[in-house]
């Protein structure tokens, strides 16, 4: 594991070994669902090895709580689906997971750990079926299908088989905590036509740059996308902080 997965969550003293409900304890800080069931779940889905002692209980040692604090993340924070992250273990991805992470937060323009890039929506590029997307953001089948209905969440092409992307996880994970709050689908049509609305206006903006097909304008369209965006969501927060002042003191 990287120093900087280390450095998440409480660490192990060396040579140390906990049971399930030690490792329970340890994690429902960062992971509030977090189970028993869970984690045995996660073990029997060939996620985590945790080895046995005679009277055959589980021990966990640093390296199987880090890479359960791991899987746990990728749920959490890139909604994948189990065969995609059981895919990446098998890849050895997770041991490279915190580096690139942390390279990928500078490694754009001016762009510094405060500022990452918006362009980039940090997922994992992911085709979900309607079942795992479901299950991936919570939502009943028919959520989706109204999201999908009022234009928020666009399926990857067109087929039998109908596939989600990275950006329909998204939008489908942060919808459910919109209706959780009582609010519907058609509600959330007001953000679609802002986006729309300030997407036009950064086009116009960019487009002499991308108009001269040189790989030169082509950075500079994409630096001074970043810039707007950046720009653009501090005034939206600002402004919500001033037309709802009357209800936040």
């Not at 092409?157 to 994970?173: D, M, N, R, S």
């Not at 919808?175 to 953000?191: D, I, K, S, V, W």
Request: proline share 5%.
């Amino acid at each position: 594991m990287t120093d900087q997965h280390r450095s998440i969550g409480p660490v192990l003293p060396v040579e140390q070994v906990l049971s399930i409900g030690q490792v329970l304890d340890l994690l429902k800080g960062d992971f509030a669902d977090i189970t028993i069931s869970k984690i045995r779940f996660l073990e029997s889905q060939g996620l985590i090895d945790p080895e046995r002692n005679q009277s055959g209980y589980r021990k966990f040692t640093e390296a199987d709580v880090n890479r359960l604090r791991w899987i746990l993340e990728q749920q959490r924070d890139h909604f994948l689906p189990l065969k995609v992250i059981k895919e990446r273990i098998h890849h050895q991805d997770f041991e490279g997971a915190g580096a690139s992470r942390e390279s990928n937060s500078d490694g754009h323009g001016t762009l510094g750990p405060e500022r990452p890039n918006p362009l980039d929506p940090g997922k994992v590029s992911v085709s979900l079926s309607l079942d795992e997307l479901a299950s991936a953001s919570g939502l009943r089948q028919s959520e989706i299908a109204e999201l999908q209905k009022f234009g928020l969440i666009e399926p990857l092409g067109k087929g039998p088989l109908v596939q989600y992307g990275t950006e329909a996880v998204i939008v489908a994970k942060v919808a459910a905590g919109f209706l959780a709050h009582g609010l519907e689908p058609r509600h959330l049509r007001a953000y679609k036509s802002a986006a729309e609305r300030e997407a036009g206006m950064m086009e116009q903006r960019i487009m002499p740059m991308v108009m001269q097909r040189t790989a030169r304008s082509r950075q500079q369209s994409q630096d001074t996308l970043v810039e707007l965006i950046n720009l653009g969501s501090e005034l939206r927060l600002s402004l919500l902080r001033c037309a709802l002042a009357d209800h936040t003191g």
